[in-house]
């Protein structure tokens, strides 16, 4: 049997092992390079693999080979051993090696090239990364995330692939994958580098889970119509959300966007609707507007047609707050809102021409926090008469929001955590839309929220206070990990976090290990939404007291859901040591 070799070979081949030193369908073991392969004699050829598994590193050399294919018998995966494909698509393909023998008989050598040209090993990735979301598996995800990103990839790659995937496979439109995966997106710049891969895996697990066994959906063509005036289109489209027309509503849309209307026309279109009702579904329809345009923020406004058109399920088929008791009795909140919407267009004009700049956001937080509706809703509109802008308002009330999860007792009911959360990331989802489009529509959303931090009042009944700073030495992130390995230790971390800020420098860090805590857990949807959102307040209100109270507020939520199971960490600790070439199984 010879393999002999048909060119001079390069450089980079080695003499590993005698012919005879190989026993049929039984693996060697060589090292070569720094790598540790396998080599197997089948069928008069000599095949070289990587010998850790790629699935989940157990040595490949113990295991089986019978009519050219490879078995690991750790989890079964099996492998051809001509290309190293796998059979199973949850345990990735093994590296394999180029093989030559030279010489004949006893003396007999093989020959291996332990570095081969590689592909496109970020095209690789994505692929991976799409059999991952498509399979729902989260180790492939996991290292197809970190291998993308080691190939050179960006973060921006990874969102594209599962923007792509979450937007057609999610049966009920944009949700919780989606939203997590944005939020995720949006805290990288606060992470450590070696959690933003960790961070990314997080958002696409979410979305492979939402999505698994669904069927795609199928995009609803435009109109081949003439009319693409705004107002039009955005009147058609109010209407049909109205009538919970689903149909109607994503042809409009879909419309409007291959029509090229701006941006910030699409923006006002969607958040009107989404403000034409009181609260819809505790705020999720608008946070998730918002959310699918941060997305586009990062993957680019041409997947705004798949995109947008997945918010409709969410939008149109929303619960509306006007048609609970707690917004209709024994105050009827919703009337006073209508009312309040009547004049805001007046108000707001009048406003815009004042000179005098508006400085009592101090006495409106307390208001808000403390006052009862009618009164809140006056000192709203006069706030805007006397020339409070619309952002500013909106960032008065989501600090307020902010407030009451910083002052949540936690002899409070556990799932109350989530009522007072939903209204901040409510008022924080309406002020980051008014950033981006200044819409009188939208800014309903802004007393929509006042009116749920009233409803909210007696979650701080009685009220946590405000941690004091203390200066003692501390640790990042290993104190704030520590302290979180701990059961319901609310309070406990809301005192580091207050007692870090008292040290300006140590800042960046403290949101580095917020995070870190965040990704060490098996995080469910609205934790992730809570602690995106206190970072987000607080990149807005740095340099004030304001922004402490924002963080406080976040590691408050996140220590209250700490600790879990942590197997998404786990998963994740083992795509890592894989993709470092680690050995994970020792002889």
């Known amino acids: 049997m010879t393999q002999l ?3 001079p070979s390069p450089p980079t081949w080695e003499a590993v092992a005698l012919l005879s030193e190989l026993t049929p369908d039984e693996g060697k073991i060589v090292h070569v390079q720094g790598k540790t392969l396998a080599l197997f004699l089948h069928q008069d050829r000599v095949h070289a693999v990587d010998n850790r598994c790629p699935h989940m590193g157990f040595p490949l050399h113990k295991g089986s080979v019978k009519d050219g294919i490879l078995t690991c018998h750790w989890h079964h995966a099996r492998f051809d051993l001509t290309c190293g494909g796998t059979f199973d698509l949850w345990a990735d393909d093994v590296k394999g090696y180029p093989v030559e023998v030279r010489g004949e008989g006893d003396s007999a050598q093989i020959w291996l090239n332990a570095d081969p040209p590689q592909g496109d090993q970020i095209a690789y990735y994505r692929k991976r990364l799409d059999a991952g979301l498509r399979y729902n598996l989260r180790l492939v995800i996991a290292k197809s995330v970190i291998g993308l990103l080691n190939a050179g990839g960006t973060p921006q790659e990874a969102l594209r692939v599962g923007a792509n995937f979450g937007t057609l496979y999610a049966r009920n439109g944009w949700g919780a994958g989606l939203t997590i995966l944005t939020a995720m997106a949006n805290i990288l710049p606060f992470l450590s580098p070696e959690d933003c891969p960790r961070a990314l895996y997080h958002g696409l697990t979410f979305v492979a889970r939402e999505c698994a066994g669904q069927a795609p959906r199928f995009p609803i063509e435009p109109l081949e119509t003439q ?4 107002e039009t289109l955005k009147r058609w489209f109010r209407e049909f959300v109205e009538r919970r027309d689903g149909e109607g509503a994503e042809r409009t849309l879909i419309t409007a966007i ?5 941006q910030a026309e699409i923006a006002e279109m969607l958040f009107a609707a989404c403000t034409d009702h009181l609260y819809r579904d505790v705020g999720h329809p608008l946070d998730f507007t918002n959310k699918a345009f941060e997305l586009l923020d990062h993957i680019g406004w041409e997947s705004a047609g798949i995109v ?13 707050m006007e048609e609970s008791s707690s917004w209709r009795h024994p105050i009827d909140i919703a ?4 009312n309040a919407y009547a004049v805001l267009p007046e108000i707001l004009e009048h406003g815009q021409a004042s000179v005098v700049k508006w400085d009592e956001d101090a006495e409106l937080t307390e208001q808000i926090l403390k006052g009862e509706p009618a009164d809140t809703i006056s000192a709203m509109l006069e706030a805007l008469r006397k020339g409070a802008s619309p952002h500013t308002l909106a960032q008065t009330v989501s600090y307020a929001a902010g407030r009451r999860i910083a002052h949540f007792h936690i002899t409070n009911e556990f799932g109350d955590w989530d009522t007072v959360m939903h209204t901040f990331t409510y008022a924080n989802a309406v002020q980051q839309g008014l950033r981006r ?10 007393f929509d929220a006042a009116m749920s931090i009233y409803l909210d009042r007696f979650l701080n009944m009685p009220a946590t206070a405000l941690p004091k700073p203390k200066a003692r030495p501390i640790t990042l992130p290993s104190d704030l990990l520590d302290l979180l390995n701990g059961q319901q230790q609310v309070n406990e971390s809301a005192q580091l976090v207050a007692d870090v800020q008292a040290q300006a420098e140590s800042r960046s860090e403290l949101l580095a290990a917020m995070g870190q805590c965040l990704l060490r857990e098996d995080t469910d949807f609205h934790t992730f939404q809570c602690l995106e959102a206190a970072f987000r307040q607080y990149t807005l209100l740095q340099g004030t007291p304001k922004a402490d109270h924002a963080l406080i507020s976040g590691v408050r939520y996140v220590s209250a859901h700490a600790p879990t199971p942590r197997s998404m960490g786990q998963t994740y600790a083992i795509a890592n040591r894989l993709q470092r070439g680690d050995a994970l199984y020792e002889e």
């Open 437 to 446: 489009v200044l819409s009188l529509d939208l800014l309903r959303g802004v």
């Open 335 to 338: 009337e006073l809102l209508w």
């Open 5 to 7: 070799a048909t060119k």
């Open 227 to 230: 009319s693409t005036n705004p």
């Open 308 to 320: 947008l058109t997945s918010l409709l399920p969410r939008i149109v088929g929303s619960s509306r």
């Open 258 to 262: 291959e029509a090229n209307l701006t």
